[in-house]
């Protein structure tokens, strides 16, 4: 497993992925970072800053959180989904997302 360090705004939080996957991550968030002021609509969804990356993790503060990576990237194709958007063609960000999901899911079922 490795471990991605994010920066939302509501504080940090860490998120688990497959070593195998975690590039995957990594890529989507530069990839929506880019994108996302392209959007046309007020209400962009915030996207978290991506601090760290790393293969050992131990946390010892209680308000610390650990998501495992499919409920996370599922949130995530969550908010992107609930989007109104009109002008930009939404449905490539939302392909790289669920792509990402759908291999984390069949990895789940692999398991």
């Given amino acids: 497993m490795r471990f991605l360090l994010l920066q939302e705004a509501d504080g940090l939080h860490f ?10 991550l990594v890529a989507l968030f530069k990839r929506l970072h880019k994108e996302i002021d392209k959007l046309t609509i007020a209400d962009r969804p915030k996207l978290p800053t991506v601090i760290a990356e790393c293969s ?23 908010r992107f989904a609930a989007l109104q ?21 069949y990895l789940q079922e692999e398991e």
């Avoid at 998120?15 to 995957?24: F, L, T």
């Avoid at 490539?92 to 984390?104: C, D, G, M, V």
């Fill in 15 to 24: 998120v688990s992925m497959p070593a195998s996957h975690m590039y995957q």
């Fill in 56 to 78: 050992d993790l131990e946390l010892f503060a209680e308000s610390a959180r650990l998501e495992d990576g499919l409920s996370y990237v599922s949130k995530l194709e969550q």
């Fill in 85 to 105: 958007e009109t002008e930009y063609p939404l449905i490539s960000l939302l392909t790289e997302i669920r792509a990402l999901q759908a291999q984390l899911e």
